[in-house]
């Protein structure tokens, strides 16, 4: 169960690789719903699937997936039903099942076994995908500051935060204030254009989060989580690929004590603790969760 941490000083540059720009894909599910991704790199090289988080959108990977096809991978960041310009389920279905079916039906459309990295929302998918659904479809599992045990208040935090301002933002200058004062830790871009991205505008001319309101009422009662705390655990259990658990160590979500209840259930698995990052790992300190991955990959699935 290899351990170690990252500071400000771990580094490791792209080699130049497949460089090229990102190529739009889409992807039909079960149900008929399109989800849309963004691919980086050669086509033909080892995939790699790239999950956000709720409330987030493909754009959340963008640097990363870059790094990933400098490193020789093809890349795809994949906008999860519901959110960014996937489409949006009319009958509101947003349950954890059916974000893990979406993923198994895109990563068979990949060529071969898929290494799977998914933060929070993404990284449930791909454990229940791997862990239960399709054993042996990934090479590789890299959960991005999401374990079985989730922090309850860290949850509501950021619950709460995702059902503020439902009405939107007059500009983009106000939705980076209602950002920065969510992620404190974080420094202030000197741009606002790149939250375009991840919002859409409304024909009021007001931002909006790119996500359909509805997948929060998919949220269950305390019994459920528990029970579906135990799923992910026999999930977890049943890994067999090279799997990664990357927490920030200023983490809402994911404890230390919820990381060593993971990597006692999954003794194989390797862990980094990405200092001064929150539950947006990937967003916070993306040079140091690159590095982590790409060195991870290396070794697991070489390109």
Not at 115 to 128: C, D, K, P, Q, R
Not at 247 to 274: C, K, Q, T, W
């Amino acid at each position: 169960m290899p351990v170690r941490g990252l500071n400000t000083m771990d580094s490791q540059p792209g080699n130049g690789k497949n460089n090229s720009a990102a190529r739009s894909l889409r992807f039909v599910v079960d149900d008929g719903l399109v989800l849309v991704g963004d691919a980086h790199g050669d086509s033909s090289a080892p995939p790699v699937l790239l999950l956000h988080g709720g409330g987030q959108t493909r754009h959340a990977w963008k640097n990363t997936a870059r790094e990933l096809a400098e490193a020789g991978y093809y890349a795809v960041a994949l906008d999860q039903r519901g959110h960014g310009d996937s489409g949006w389920c009319e009958r509101g279905d947003y349950g954890f099942q059916v974000f893990a079916d979406d993923l198994c039906r895109v990563a068979g459309q990949l060529n071969g076994a898929v290494a799977l990295i998914g933060a929070s929302l993404g990284g449930l998918a791909a454990l229940i995908c791997e862990g239960e659904l399709a054993p042996g479809q990934a090479s590789a599992v890299v959960l991005v500051d999401i374990a079985p045990r989730m922090d309850s208040d860290g949850v509501e935090r950021i619950v709460a935060f995702m059902k503020a301002r439902p009405d939107g933002f007059a500009s983009l200058e106000e939705a980076a204030d209602e950002v920065a004062g969510y992620l404190p830790h974080r420094r202030r871009p000197p741009s606002v254009d790149g939250l375009a991205r991840n919002l859409r505008r409304g024909e009021d001319g007001r931002w909006r989060r790119h996500w359909d309101p509805g997948f929060l009422s998919a949220r269950g009662t305390s019994e459920d989580r528990e029970n579906f705390h135990l799923r992910l655990m026999k999930a977890a259990a049943s890994l067999e690929v090279p799997t990664l658990l990357v927490r920030g160590g200023m983490s809402e979500i994911v404890s230390e004590e919820g990381a060593l209840e993971f990597l006692n259930v999954v003794p194989h698995a390797e862990y980094v603790d990405v200092e001064k990052a929150s539950h947006l790992v990937a967003g916070d300190r993306n040079d140091e969760f690159c590095s982590a991955v790409v060195e991870f990959l290396s070794r697991t699935v070489p390109a």
